[in-house]
């Protein structure tokens, strides 16, 4: 047996916060639960039978205690409720704007991970300490959930669709990262490290191209230097080209499909009326099922690009329209 | 099967000697006999569920996995969990104690529905022969929740033949609860109002509303599974065009009120035997009975939070949060009610009374962790993890298992004529409930570390956690094992049990161990209040003899 745990590693703020109210309900656990094993076991030597305690003034109910005895779980409960809704907000609320982004692809049984720069990592992870990380992520296959203890983070990373989570790590160190969902045979081996860094470490790493690697690797895992040295962004550039997005969609607005600069975080209106928001979720459902959510003034005329695209294309394509800020004059030319 | 000797050694009628034909049981429309029907049935495949869990405590002695593959670990803690909630937890106690007692509780000859009852014990013996035989053909490895697109598109195992089994076993259960339902509304004794039920009879009615609202939800959402797989017809699987997520909604929609069908009827067990052995009126009886009845309103509006970190919206996540919170309430009014119960009591040690008292410890540990898992920020970090397992066993075995062995104890006198030895009976008490907490409060620190549910191999630092975790379980194994031994020994050689050797009240009591096929003589009619001890002092003197073989008529 090698060592033993029983406190985990608390690396992130999220972490920190997390345990007071752990520590909280332990506490309240600990103390009602020797209440009530202290009451049980006292009236049970006392009041065994044939013991000579009063017995005088035994109630059969009282309106009181019972009123007392449900107002005392409703007030703990909903003291606890307050305070670990307002935490739960802040972690699956929107991230800072100066949140790291990086990509997550789960499959059956790796996890896959991009940073902006095209540095790709399996089953690991490096970060810097002190700044917000967003991780967008989504399934290839089944149901996984990204899983990092030290951090107290756990999301489920689904098929077909974008979750998003944040954290900001505070402490560095080798972190355990888990998939929490069960997917399959090797469930278990679909495991990792999580490397949080002092900043200028974490700047030589990049600079490095993920090569200054500070712990160990596993066989089969580690970053994948050198197969793609394009960042995201450029990748979807020459992606974009490619499958020439720009003949239908231009700088401006044109008449066969709306422009993608600017498009990102931006309200768009649909033809049926409702107003969506263009975020990542939006962007991978018009580019994979464009008849989906049609944008008002448009005809559904665009092709679906799904079974062409895998995940790891349309994330660079998403990459490359977040990328596409408005051109300066269009501002000056607005009434 | 034992028959109860009269005094002058003529052999009374019962419902036990009423017929020893292989067929006289098989046909039988007797509640009584249905029960232990269910009764040898539940027990046997608690014995597949109880022998998997072994089996996961063994491999999980070693970070690696080396006992068995991957493959066939997955399916051991499928199946485990398939077996011990479709096959035992759910029906251990309303398909045997309640089969066997609603009736005789209500004054009645039988249940409303004699042959839809044998009708419930076939089909849950077909559905649990399918579920057998989908295991010894291959297993199935979805984990008992079936999750798509895991279970409809990816699992290569036998989920197609599980899920006809589970689907089959959920009729079973819906024909339990009809049958409940209706006998509890009509065929009460003149006399027994609402008000003077016991609290017993409350349970199994919330419990019976819950099968029978929720379990057509879980069995169209598993068939519905089924016809993805099968043919390949978009539902879940967002590679067909459907959606995984609606899949959790449906299935936690039933899947948490089960958490209620299994735990209610234990309630009610707790509430008969602490009322006996305190020798006093269940304190606070309309704040029971109700409380029963808010557990099953509530339960069914917080399925959501099984779904925390599914990346359901934030609010629709404060909502299932907060219900959580409010179902906790009703729970925790029992618990402080059983416990004013035993004050100013006279307090027997009695086993059925043990397993009381490790009830009460134990619940409040499961309802109190469950805390931890229905506020947000907690449950982010716990969900899937081992403190959820160490949760929801808590809950299982510290409530529903031992409030199954207090009544089979409670009851078993009434049901065989014959007394349990009263001694080891308590020792296997205490060896479960030592067994039980030395197995489950390791898992609460390994859930706090991170360790994830339905892992095979986990990380070194973790082993000593886990050695604990399986000695416990053996010793668990132990004290499960010693009432099969005593039980069957007592049903020859206990001593003869008398109509009432715990000087209780209730209409079961007032008639013979074991009972005749038409449960009373005469109808009895009822004038007094439920758990009325302080009237039955006389009662009270004839059972402090241990056992006595007082067959009075």
């Known amino acids: 047996m090698k060592g033993v745990a029983l406190l985990p590693d608390t690396a992130s703020t999220f972490a920190q916060q997390v345990d007071l109210l752990f520590w909280f309900l332990t506490a309240v656990t600990v103390f009602f639960t020797l209440l009530i094993a202290g009451l049980v076991l006292y009236f049970a030597v006392r009041y065994r039978r044939g013991s000579t305690a009063s017995r005088a003034g035994a109630k059969e109910t009282d309106l009181r205690l019972e009123i007392g005895w449900s107002m005392i779980p409703l007030t703990v409960g909903l003291i606890v409720f307050v305070w670990a809704a307002k935490l739960y907000a802040d972690a699956y609320g929107p991230p800072p704007d100066n949140a790291l982004e990086i990509f997550v692809i789960g499959k059956q049984w790796m996890w896959h991970l991009q940073h902006p720069n095209g540095i790709r990592e399996n089953n690991e992870l490096h970060i810097p300490a002190g700044r917000p990380v967003k991780l967008t992520m989504i399934s290839q296959d089944v149901i996984h959930s990204f899983f990092v203890p030290a951090f107290r983070i756990k999301r489920d990373v689904l098929p077909g669709r974008y979750n998003t989570v944040w954290f900001t790590p505070t402490k560095p160190g080798k972190y355990h990262l888990f998939c929490a969902e069960y997917c399959g045979t090797q469930h278990s081996r679909m495991i990792g490290w999580v490397y949080v860094m002092e900043p200028a470490e974490y700047e030589k790493w990049l600079a490095s191209g993920g090569e200054a690697r500070p712990g160990a690797v596993a066989s089969g895992s580690g970053t994948m230097a050198g197969i793609s040295t394009a960042s995201l962004v450029q990748a979807g550039e020459q992606l974009y080209k490619q499958l020439r997005c720009n003949a239908c969609h231009g700088a401006t607005d044109g008449q066969r499909g709306p422009s993608h600069y600017g498009l990102f975080g931006k309200k768009v209106k649909l033809r049926d009326g409702t107003v969506v928001v263009a975020d990542e979720a939006y962007l991978r459902e018009s580019i994979l099922r464009p008849l989906a959510k049609v944008v008002d003034g448009y005809e559904p005329i665009m092709p679906s690009y799904e079974g062409l695209l895998n995940e790891e294309r349309t994330l660079q394509l998403i990459a490359y329209i977040k990328s596409l800020k408005k051109p300066v004059q269009t501002a000056e030319v607005k009434p | ?553």
């Open chain 2, 1 to 553: 099967m034992s028959v109860a000797v009269a005094k002058h050694g003529e052999v009374k009628h019962n419902y036990l000697n009423a017929g020893d034909t292989v067929l006289s049981w098989l046909l039988t429309t007797d509640h009584k006999r249905i029960a232990v029907l269910y009764l040898v049935s539940v027990t046997l495949f608690f014995a597949v569920g109880g022998l998997l869990a072994l089996l996961i405590r063994l491999e999980l002695l070693t970070p690696q996995g080396d006992l068995m593959t991957s493959e066939n670990y997955n399916r051991v803690f499928t199946m485990h969990g398939v077996v011990m909630i479709f096959l035992f937890l759910i029906p251990a106690i309303p398909a045997v104690l309640g089969n066997f007692l609603v009736p005789l509780m209500v004054g009645a000859r039988d249940l409303a529905f004699p042959r839809l009852n044998l009708a419930s014990w076939y089909v849950y013996m077909a559905g649990g022969l399918i579920a057998t035989w989908a295991m010894v053909n291959g297993g199935v490895d979805t984990g008992w929740t079936f999750y798509p697109p895991y279970s409809s598109s990816y699992s290569t195992s036998q989920v197609t033949l599980t899920i006809i089994g589970a689907f089959l076993i959920g009729f079973s259960s819906i024909f339990t609860g009809i049958n409940f339902i209706v006998t509890i509304h009509k065929m009460r004794a003149p006399g027994l109002t609402w008000f003077r039920l016991p609290l017993f009879i409350w349970a199994h009615y919330a419990t019976s509303v819950i099968i029978v609202l929720g379990t057509p939800v879980v069995a169209i959402t598993l068939l519905l599974v089924a016809v993805e797989r099968v043919f390949r017809l978009g539902i879940f699987d967002p590679a067909l065009g459907g959606d995984p997520i609606l899949f959790q909604h449906l299935f936690w929609f039933y899947s948490h009120p089960a958490v209620y069908i299994m735990i209610l009827p234990a309630m009610g067990v707790i509430s008969e035997v602490v009322a006996c052995f305190s020798r006093k009126r269940v304190f606070g009886y309309h704040f029971v009975a109700f409380s029963s009845v808010a557990i099953a309103v509530i339960g069914f509006l917080v399925w959501g939070h099984h779904m925390f970190t599914t990346g359901q919206s934030v609010y629709a996540g404060m909502v299932f949060s907060l219900l959580s919170f409010l179902v906790a309430v009703p729970s925790a009014v029992k618990v402080f009610n059983w416990t004013a119960t035993m004050y100013k009591g006279h307090i027997e040690f009695r086993a059925p009374m043990l397993y009381v008292m490790g009830f009460l410890g134990l619940f409040v540990i499961g309802g109190l962790t469950g805390l931890f898992l229905a506020s947000l920020a907690t449950d982010i970090h716990l969900q899937d993890t081992y403190f959820v397992v160490a949760h929801f066993h808590y809950i299982m075995v510290g409530g529903t298992i031992f409030g199954y062995l207090a009544g089979l104890h409670f009851w078993w006198p009434k049901m065989t004529g014959r007394m349990y030895p009263e001694g080891i009976a308590k020792l296997a008490a205490l060896i479960i409930f030592a067994g039980f907490n030395l197995t489950f409060l390791p898992q609460f620190v390994l859930g706090y570390l991170g360790m994830p549910r339905r892992y095979h191999w986990y990380p070194e630092e973790w082993q000593m956690l886990h050695v604990m975790s399986s000695a416990g379980a053996a010793l668990l194994g132990i004290g499960y094992i010693l009432p099969v031994f005593y039980l069957l020994w007592s049903l020859r050689n206990g001593a003869l049990a008398g109509p009432n050797p715990w000087g209780a009240t209730g209409l079961e009591w007032k008639t013979d161990s074991p009972p005749i096929t038409h449960n009373f003589e005469e109808t009895p009619i009822v004038t007094e209040e439920p758990y009325a001890y302080e009237n039955h002092h006389q009662q009270e003197e004839v059972a402090s003899g241990t056992g006595a073989s007082t067959a009075e008529a």
